[in-house]
Protein backbone atom coordinates (compact mmCIF):
# COMPACT_ATOMS: atom_id res chain seq x y z
CA UNK A 1 0.00 0.00 0.00
CA UNK A 2 1.23 3.23 -1.03
CA UNK A 3 0.44 6.47 -0.10
CA UNK A 4 0.85 9.63 -1.87
CA UNK A 5 0.56 13.15 -1.67
CA UNK A 6 0.92 16.26 -2.86
CA UNK A 7 3.28 18.79 -2.67
CA UNK A 8 2.08 21.68 -0.87
CA UNK A 9 4.11 24.20 -2.75
CA UNK A 10 4.71 22.81 -5.90
CA UNK A 11 1.94 20.19 -6.28
CA UNK A 12 4.37 17.11 -7.32
CA UNK A 13 3.55 13.59 -6.16
CA UNK A 14 4.60 12.44 -3.07
CA UNK A 15 5.23 9.19 -1.70
CA UNK A 16 4.48 9.35 1.84
CA UNK A 17 7.32 6.66 3.72
CA UNK A 18 10.18 6.52 5.45
CA UNK A 19 12.45 8.21 2.85
CA UNK A 20 10.39 11.10 2.32
CA UNK A 21 12.23 13.20 4.85
CA UNK A 22 10.79 16.56 4.09
CA UNK A 23 6.89 15.30 3.37
CA UNK A 24 4.85 16.41 2.97
CA UNK A 25 6.68 18.29 0.69
CA UNK A 26 8.75 16.85 -1.91
CA UNK A 27 12.14 18.60 -1.00
CA UNK A 28 13.92 20.17 1.43
CA UNK A 29 13.08 23.63 -0.86
CA UNK A 30 9.62 23.56 -1.06
CA UNK A 31 9.39 22.92 2.50
CA UNK A 32 11.54 26.32 3.43
CA UNK A 33 9.71 27.84 0.62
CA UNK A 34 6.33 27.00 2.61
CA UNK A 35 7.89 27.79 6.42
CA UNK A 36 8.90 31.07 4.94
CA UNK A 37 5.68 31.63 3.91
CA UNK A 38 4.22 30.37 7.04
CA UNK A 39 6.54 32.30 8.78
CA UNK A 40 5.75 35.40 6.99
CA UNK A 41 2.41 35.26 7.65
CA UNK A 42 3.20 35.17 11.75
CA UNK A 43 6.02 37.70 11.87
CA UNK A 44 4.14 40.35 9.91
CA UNK A 45 3.34 41.74 13.60
CA UNK A 46 6.30 43.29 15.24
CA UNK A 47 6.73 41.79 18.36
CA UNK A 48 9.54 42.73 21.36
CA UNK A 49 9.64 39.43 21.71
CA UNK A 50 12.75 38.04 20.17
CA UNK A 51 12.51 34.58 17.85
CA UNK A 52 12.87 31.32 19.72
CA UNK A 53 13.21 28.66 17.01
CA UNK A 54 12.50 26.09 20.44
CA UNK A 55 9.19 27.74 20.70
CA UNK A 56 7.96 28.50 17.07
CA UNK A 57 7.92 24.23 15.39
CA UNK A 58 4.84 24.66 13.16
CA UNK A 59 2.15 22.07 13.98
CA UNK A 60 2.26 18.87 11.95
CA UNK A 61 -0.54 19.45 8.79
CA UNK A 62 -1.20 16.03 8.70
CA UNK A 63 -2.27 15.74 12.23
CA UNK A 64 -5.04 18.14 11.74
ZN1 LIG B 1 7.53 20.51 -4.13
Redesign the pocket.
Known sequence: MTTVVN?P????KVVWGPQARFRP???ER?KQIDMGAWAAEKYTIPSEAPEDPSSSAPLDPTER
Not at 9 to 12: D, I, P, V
Open positions: CTCGKFCSC
